[in-house]
């Protein structure tokens, strides 16, 4: 073997070690844009499941209806605060739950890792206390649906 060929071998090795990276340092980023989206999607999905349900249930007065609810991933509880009237603020409730009603944000769902990170409207409901905050279990919640007439009144299933 000439002097020549041992130099185009070696050029090739490299050219198929850079392009083999190349492919695993994309398809590993298109994996985890892929989970991240399914995140998003599992997050828009939980919203809109709750605010639906509050929607169908707050005009039948009377009606009791359980609702169980897959939390976002990396969200431990879900807080809930009530909207029809003004809520009282207990002590121990998060921060940044505090300054959202404080503020009059209109948000009343509030999913926490270990502070309030999202944040959403869902519709009007009351909840005893005013702050109530549910621990999610296995990644959901059950959720107790009361219509009011013209809110729902939200606790946990138990």
Known sequence: MRKSQLYSHIFVYILTIILISFILVYGYNAVQNFKERAEQVQCLKFMRDLQNAVESISSDFGSIKRKDLQ???GYSQVCFVES???PSLPSSVDPIIKDSILSNTGRNVF???KIAKESFDAGKISVEPD?????????????KLEGKGSHAELSQWS
Not at 132 to 137: G, S, T, W
Request: with cysteine; hydrophobic share 55%.
């Open 71 to 73: 939390l976002c991933a």
């Open 131 to 143: 702050v109530l905050c549910i621990r999610a279990v296995g990644g959901k919640i059950s959720l």
């Open 84 to 86: 029809v009237q003004s």
């Open 111 to 113: 999913l926490v890792e």
